[in-house]
């Protein structure tokens, strides 16, 4: 009988397939971070989907994550070789932090990372600022990890895991330096059609530093499509479009879809929690939901997840259907983020204004139909809030997977709730039965609303066991099994040293262990 991927069956699968070589995980953010507050030093575990998939295999291996060290008193807790133990009251494996300067991370992440390859990628008719002065940092930090990550993995046939769009140039580096690496990177936002990428200006670099990657994944088969049309439409490349697989320099490199997923049964345990219980009464008493009805968005402020078209939404409802004045209250987490950015100020303040004009229009001495707050909250709060309302909107211009609607559908303990989600969210692929719209159609959102405030106790309970099915199926964990199970495939070639008279020799895939999972 087939086991579901889980916490413990991923353990298990690397420490029968990866034992015997080196795993390094790259990314932008840390696992952990040491901040100085109060005169104290603390570490925190920043929430991340992605920080929860890897660190089961950390855990398993044992092995080292490179990230850039953020956090004000990361330099004080790191030893002299930069590395620190984590977690740190059960260490399990090793974070190796890199040292950026403004300057640098201004250029990498605020620059071409998030103003060029950020808007590129997503299709929310935001133009992407592509500074030559941004590149050349982007670069520069990208060479920055592959020392890092040479001078960690020595000699030792090892695996790295690449993660993002923080480091299209990385594999190449690597690829070019050391031939006792398999390397794999996953991309987690959308990839764009050749002819949007085709206005990257430094798309043949870009594409061959990805392409020195032995297996390369997206969330969805559509990304991975355009990303094999880009690259036959760009570069000098044989393109196998049936086996989806890339051939240059001699090497070959796999494209893949993986849908991400959430730790399902950590939502269900957080949900079913006597916590959540209080923070629902919290929230109960905050909003002043007595007699009311409640719609929530929980987002960071940027301008692909759509926070003004689904206020526009709900000025539209309140227009065509005036008896959920006075009863609907609309609560929307704005997360403030990469607020140095013009794009994001400029979002931010459509927000405020559109929310500020709806409460004046609609609004009463006693009841706004709008709460807007821009702060972040744990996930306890967070979870409570799930569990309270009517429905949960997620408007998604474009998105590669989006979190935030499975956490919503892992929350409801009760198989309650409606979800209403944009048909541009990877999401919607799996979640399809949940109310999927246009978010660019204002009438179309304001009918979602209704619906869903309209719809039959039976029918939400039949649409969310289903989704809550999907979402515990295609967990996190079968997401990371999945991409490391085929990264284990990947012949593994032998050192620098013993190819050093000119013999291309090759180690033996590794063998497949019986372990009885589902893929």
Partial sequence: MLKAWTREVLGKFVRAELQDYRFIVVSNREPFQHRRTGGRIECIQPASGMASALDPVMSASGGLWVAHGSGNADKQTVDEYDHVAVPPDSPRYTLRRV?????????????????????????????????????????????RFAEAILEEAGTEPTFVFIQDYHFGLLPRMLRDARSNLVIAQFWHIPWPNREVFSAFPWREELLDGMLGNDLLGFHLPHHCHNFLETVDSSIEARVDRAGSEIFRGGRATTVGPYPIGIDFDEHVEIANSDEVTREMQRWRESLSLEGKLLGIGIDRCDYTKGIPERLRFLDRLLHQHPEYRNKLVFAQIAVPSRSRLQ??????????????????????????????MKQHFNMAAMTALHRLAQFCVVTSLHDGMNLVSKEFVASRVDNDGVLILSQFAGAARELNEALIIN??????????????LQMSAEERRRRMTKMRSAVEYNNVY??????????????????TDETATGVTSFRAPLKRQALGMAV
């Fill in 99 to 143: 040292w950026l300067t403004e300057e640098e991370e201004a250029g990498y992440y605020g620059g071409l990372s998030n103003q060029g390859l950020w808007p590129l990628c997503h299709v929310a008719f935001t133009r992407p600022v592509f500074d030559p002065e941004h590149w050349s940092m982007y670069r520069r930090v990208n060479q």
């Fill in 343 to 372: 794009p994001y100020k400029q979002i931010e303040q459509e927000i405020d204004s559109l929310a500020a004009q709806i409460n004046l229009r609609w609004g009463t001495a006693n009841w706004r139909p709008v709460i807007l």
């Fill in 439 to 452: 978010p660019f159609a204002v009438d179309e959102g304001a009918a979602a609303y209704h619906c869903a």
């Fill in 478 to 495: 079968r997401w990371a099994g999945r991409f490391l199970s085929d990264l284990a495939r990947v012949e593994f070639p032998r050192t």
